[in-house]
């Protein structure tokens, strides 16, 4: 078998490299259609966000639940591979912790309506909430741990606790229109600064 040509090796990596970002646009498009109209906005209006056909989404995508978890797993990794950036590039360790928990945020919203999305798969949903827990509980102690280090937080703050009440103060945000979680998600952070 003769071996491969190095421009067709080059053109297929390139190929490649090109399918992986229009998967990536077109998950954050989704991700940003389903903050703004939740996991059961229509795909018409997905593709629109991301400048490609609904075929295109089909395609990837063969079910809305897939397209669901596929997003969910993406903002995840995104929401995990903030938490050092972050730590590296804001003023402070609570500059960065700040960040990150409004990008914590924005996945909540996405994730909201996950579990009606799977509908029956509730063996799928606890996969992802494990997964969810496994990326992102060190992401925070390791943002958490940052700011108790630099005298900004009292220490016995834990990630999960955190997260939880975090997760507990968007509940709502889609019932009742004046509710503002990240009002009080403010509120809650301004309590573990130290005086």
């Keep these: 078998m003769p071996a491969a040509s190095p421009s067709r090796g080059a053109s297929a990596r390139s190929k ?12 954050e498009a989704a ?3 389903f ?19 609904m075929g295109t989404i089909y395609r990837h995508f063969p079910t809305r639940a897939d397209l669901v978890v596929a997003v969910y797993r993406h903002q995840v990794e995104a929401c995990a591979e903030a938490g050092p950036n972050l730590l590296a590039s804001a003023d402070s360790p609570l500059a960065a912790l700040r960040q990150w928990v409004d990008l914590f945020v924005d996945f909540l919203v996405t994730k909201h309506g996950l579990a009606n999305a ?12 494990a997964y969810f827990l496994d990326r992102l509980v060190p992401v925070c102690t390791q943002l958490l741990d940052a700011a108790v280090d630099a005298g900004e937080i009292d220490p016995g703050t834990h990630a999960y606790e955190l997260m939880r009440g975090i997760g507990n103060l968007c509940i709502g945000h889609d019932s009742d229109p004046r509710y ?6 403010e509120l809650l952070l301004q309590g573990l600064e130290r005086p």
């Design 118 to 129: 799977l509908q029956s798969d509730s063996g799928g949903f606890d996969a992802l909430h």
């Design 31 to 33: 991700a940003e259609v």
């Design 35 to 53: 903050v703004s109209s939740g996991v059961d906005a229509p795909i018409r209006e997905i593709a629109a966000r991301a400048g490609v056909g």
């Design 180 to 185: 503002d979680p990240r009002r009080l998600i």
């Design 16 to 27: 490649r490299a090109d399918a992986v970002r229009n998967q990536q646009t077109l998950l």
